[in-house]
């Protein structure tokens, strides 16, 4: 059986990326990520970005590329990190989240990340220096 993708966005503007500080569950709930979620079936993963930031912070996102790599999370999914840039909008904790912070590259480790996306956030962090 394949591994369920969860997609999440290194979402960048004005050279800072977007943390998001989870409100739930209870377990994840203060930690910060990179925003996303499942894909749908038959869904790309490129589409589900889009679909998941517009959802939960209310913005348009443009997907650039994915981050190499695939890291575990719970059992039967994994989690795929793209880049994106905000489009249009200003995000909002609309879903899933309670508070947001823009990160220029050298404040990236001023936040609690969940373990998972600390592989990506440093490779987006680093895209970022160089951009
Ligand atoms: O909104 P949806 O139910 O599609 O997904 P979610 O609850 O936001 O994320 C699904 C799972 O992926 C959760 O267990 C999160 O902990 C995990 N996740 C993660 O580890 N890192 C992210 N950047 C986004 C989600």
């Given at each position: 059986m394949t591994d369920r993708v969860v997609v999440a966005g290194a979402l960048y503007d004005r050279g800072r990326l977007l943390a998001a500080r989870r409100s739930a569950p209870e377990e994840l709930a203060g930690r910060w990520e990179l925003p996303g979620g499942k894909l749908e079936p038959g869904e790309r993963p490129e589409d589900a970005l889009v679909r998941e930031l517009r959802e939960e912070l209310g913005v348009e996102a443009e997907p650039l590329a994915r981050i190499p790599g695939e890291w575990p999370l719970k059992p039967g999914y994994v989690l795929q990190v793209w880049t994106a840039r905000l489009v249009a909008g200003e995000p909002q904790?609309?879903?899933?989240?309670d508070a947001l912070r823009w990160l220029t590259p050298d404040e990236t480790d001023t936040v609690d990340w969940l373990d998972q996306d600390r592989p990506a956030v440093a490779e987006a962090a680093r895209l970022l220096r160089g951009a």
């Open positions: 904790p609309l879903e899933d989240h």
